[in-house]
Structures are given as C-alpha cells and as structure tokens.
C-alpha cells in the first residue's frame, strides 16, 4: 500500500509568508467621502439621526488565514502560539469559531481542573511538564496591559494513584517512564501510605504513586477566559455562530505503489449565525478542527471518512461525545488540606474543592454503562451505586456524606486508542486537529496548541514530538494506548 505516503503530511508545506487569501485596496479620499453619503442617506430616510442600514458588526470576516473551529483551551492555545510564533506583528489573521458564545456546554468550564504527570505515554509526560510551567508561570504568558493578573488557584497537592496486586507492575513500569521524562513521582507501600494520609483504607492497595511536584488542580474557567483576553489583545478575532459546510477543491495523486487517491483543500468556511438563519462564507488558507466533542462531526463536514471502508479516504476521526458526571459533596470530618487528587483502584476518583470541607469527584462509567451525550442531566443514582461505595470503603469518613450538587460535562472521547489527535489530515491538506484528548486535553492545551503551530509554521513538531498523534495512525493501526485515563 503507500504507508510512506500516508506519513508525507508530517512535513509538508508551511504556513509562512504570503498567507492572505486575498489582499485588498484603500481609497485615499473614503473618509471624506462618509459623512456625504450619510446625509444623503439621511434625506430620504425618516428621522434625523444616523442608523446603518444593516448591521454587519456581529459577522465574521469575509476572509482569514486560519480559521479555528471551536473556542475552548485547546483551540485558543492554537490562536495564542500562532501570535506568539508568527514572524511578523499581525502577519496571520486568525479567526476563532464557537457556537456556545457562554461556554455552558464546554468541556472546559465543567472540568474538574486537574494536571499531573502521572501517564504511561512520554508524549503525554511531556506535554503535562511543559503544560504545568506554563501554568505556575502563566502572567509571564498572558499578562495584558492595564488588565488585572490572572490567579489560576492553583493547588499543588500531587496526584495519589492507586494500584491493586494486578496492577502494581504496570504501576512501576509507570512510575520509570515519568521519573526519565523528568517528572517528580514517588512509589509508595500501604504502610507509607498509611502514615502519609492516615484517613486511607489501604485494603486492596498494593502499591501507590504519589505526584511530588507540578502537580494538583486549577480553576479552568480562569485559564479559559484569560486565554480568551490575550489573544483578543493579540488580535485575534472572534465569531459566535456554527459551521456548516466547507467549499473544497480536489486533486487526484498517484502513489508510488500505483494507488490513486483524492487530495482536498478547504478554500471556504461556512459560519450560520447564532439564532439566525444567515451565514456567513470565510474564504481561509487553513482550519483548525478544535471542535471538542463535536470535531468528529466537523471532520465529516470536510468529507472526512467518507471513503469505502479499509482505505484512508475511508477513516473516520473516531472522537464523539462522552458525557461524564461531576458530583460535590460535604463531609466536615473528610481528609485535611494535605489531600491529593486521589484516583481509586476502582476508577472512582475525589479531590478537596476550596477549604470548606467540600470534595469533587465521579467515576468514568464502563462501556456498557455509558449514558445518553444527547442531554447534560445528571443520573444521581449513578453516584449512589457506582461513586460513593467504593470511596465510602477507601475513606471511611465519607460513608457519612452529604452530595450537594452535581453537573455533565462532555469529553471528547477518542474511541481507538484515548489519546489526542494532533497535526494534519494526510488527506484534506489544511485541516489540522486538536481533539480527541479523552479528558485530559484541559491539562495539555498549553503544550498541544504550541504543537500545532510549529507544525504549522514550520512543517514539523519541534519542542514535543507528537507525530504518534498523527491521524494516520487510525488508518495504519497503530495505537498509542494511553493506561493511565481517568
């Protein structure tokens, strides 16, 4: 087959000089000529102040160079680097699509705000590295002038997993990876963990990992919004409306082996208004699929997958919605302000929220429990009967409990293999992802928007090579199984 072909995109051509779509005129006496025409416009219309005739205010450009599906972290991460790294001030116009101009629905704001290093993948370690010194650092990113510091709260209380007598090998293996790639991380007994956190019930336990450094929770909501004001300062520009359409061009390439196969280029985004049945065309040089849960859709929207089944043209970005429960809880006599972010070995997970006494937590349901993404209700039995028996017998003093809310938040679930999709399309040219996270690409988009951009700007991942997160891999088989999902 061309599976050399199929690896080409990594380091293909760059996005670099000369990227408008169109370069447009001034004339030099415009400004002189306005307050004429509007008191010509003025003389037939009734009333005697000036209102536009039709306000455009509200609309997307006609054209931009990038145009960035989706306006969570991961997608304003791509914006800020594109900014950070372009050549020349303003040089790239950016523009950034989001549907849910509230952000109720986003991943982001009903994250439970995590960041560790804690994986099994050195890809996903470094990213997590990098992604925590961006945070600690994160004035010397996002400060803007005049604007207030951002305060992301964040809490350095480490990750705990756990691990029973099943899993404690692939624990240690774990455990090396993370020390090599540089992360601080500890193996711990059931002894040392019950001096540690004497409120722990270790039964079952056969070993523990505990984060020593960069890592903890912070507040996503900050991160968000004061990723949204930086790049409004760098001027990026933004539009609260859905895609739905793409206007591509197509090409027909033979292979080295003799196969032909079709290359697309997205020319035109079309953007539909919110509440309205308008739209808008963007005429654009590259699209960024950020689209969170929902880039599956969008990349199908590009043709994407709609090939017969077993050929590239035929794979499918396996990313759609997964919702998943966060509850809150009341418990005065739970674990102190010492208390990690702790991960049972049921899957059951809790972290402190502020000093009240108050937790967060859930618990991924298995493939057979999955509930409907269609809605964002909150099944309360599901923490009665899955969440709390398994913490209740972890830490015996949430046997007396007290939930006091609850919300869903979706992930992008990324079906082959739980990791992130990162880099181009090797067939439609200019989409490049940023998606498919599983639910830690909140921790990561700092490090992943930075990837994009390189590869982007420069043809090639640069800092972090992220080439097993290429989309090829879906298509060659190649996963790259992340054990460490929570």
């Known amino acids: 087959m061309f599976r050399g ?249 033979e292979t080295m082996s003799g196969e032909e196969v079709t290359l697309k280029r997205i020319h035109e985004v079309h953007v539909k208004m919110d509440h309205s049945l308008e ?28 090939g017969p089944p077993g050929t590239l043209q035929g794979t499918k970005l396996p990313v759609e919605p997964r919702k998943r429960y966060v509850y809150l809880w009341h418990c005065p006599q739970g674990p102190g302000l010492e208390t990690p972010f702790v991960s049972d070995i049921s899957g059951a997970y809790f972290r402190r929220e502020g000093l009240g006494s108050n937790y967060l937590g859930g618990c991924s349901p298995t493939e057979e429990e999955e509930p409907d993404p269609g809605n964002l209700d909150v099944d309360h039995d599901f923490f009665q009967d899955k969440v709390w028996p398994p913490l209740a017998q972890r830490v015996p003093a949430f046997q007396s409990l007290k939930v006091r809310s609850a919300w869903a938040g979706y992930y992008d679930y990324n079906t082959f293999d739980q990791n992130g999709v990162v880099g181009p399309h090797p067939l439609v040219v200019n989409m490049y992802f940023a998606t498919g996270f599983s639910g830690h690409g909140l921790q990561q988009a700092p490090a992943v928007g930075r990837a994009v951009a390189e590869m982007m700007l420069e043809g090639q991942f640069q800092t972090i090579n992220l080439s097993p997160f290429l989309f090829s891999r879906f298509y060659l088989g190649e996963k790259v199984q992340e054990h460490n999902i929570i």
């Open 5 to 253: 072909a199929v690896r080409l995109c990594a380091g293909r051509g760059r996005l670099g000089r000369g990227l408008s779509t169109r370069s447009g005129g001034s004339t030099p006496d415009w400004a002189g000529k306005v307050p004429e025409i509007k008191k010509k416009i003025q003389s037939v219309l009734p009333g005697g102040s000036w209102n536009p005739l039709y306000d455009t205010s509200h609309l997307p450009p006609e054209h931009a160079d990038v145009v960035i599906v989706g306006g969570g972290v991961l997608g304003l991460s791509v914006a800020y680097w594109l900014k950070k790294l372009e050549k020349q001030r303003g040089a790239i116009k950016v523009l950034v699509v989001e549907r849910d101009h509230t952000y109720s629905r986003a991943s982001t704001g009903l994250s439970v705000g995590g960041i560790r290093q804690q994986f099994s993948l050195p890809e996903n370690i470094q990213l997590s590295l990098f992604s925590v010194d961006f945070l600690r650092n994160i004035n010397d990113y996002l400060a803007v002038v005049d604007d207030p510091p951002l305060d992301l709260q964040f809490n350095p209380s480490g990750y705990l997993l756990l691990a029973s007598e099943k899993g404690a090998a692939i624990m240690e293996n774990n455990v090396k990876v993370q020390r090599q790639e540089g992360a601080k991380v500890c193996l711990m007994s059931p002894e040392q963990l019950q001096n540690k956190f004497p409120w722990i019930n270790t039964d079952g336990v056969a070993l523990a990992s505990y984060g020593l450094e960069g890592e903890g929770w912070f507040d996503p909501w900050c991160l968000l919004q004061g990723l949204r004001r930086k790049v409004e300062s760098m001027g990026v520009l933004f539009c609260h409306g859905e895609v739905t359409r793409f206007v591509s061009s197509s090409s027909h390439v």
């Open 279 to 306: 739209y808008q065309p963007v005429e654009c040089a590259i699209v960024i699929n950020a689209a969170g849960a929902w880039s599956g859709q969008i990349a199908e929207l590009a043709g994407i997958g709609k």
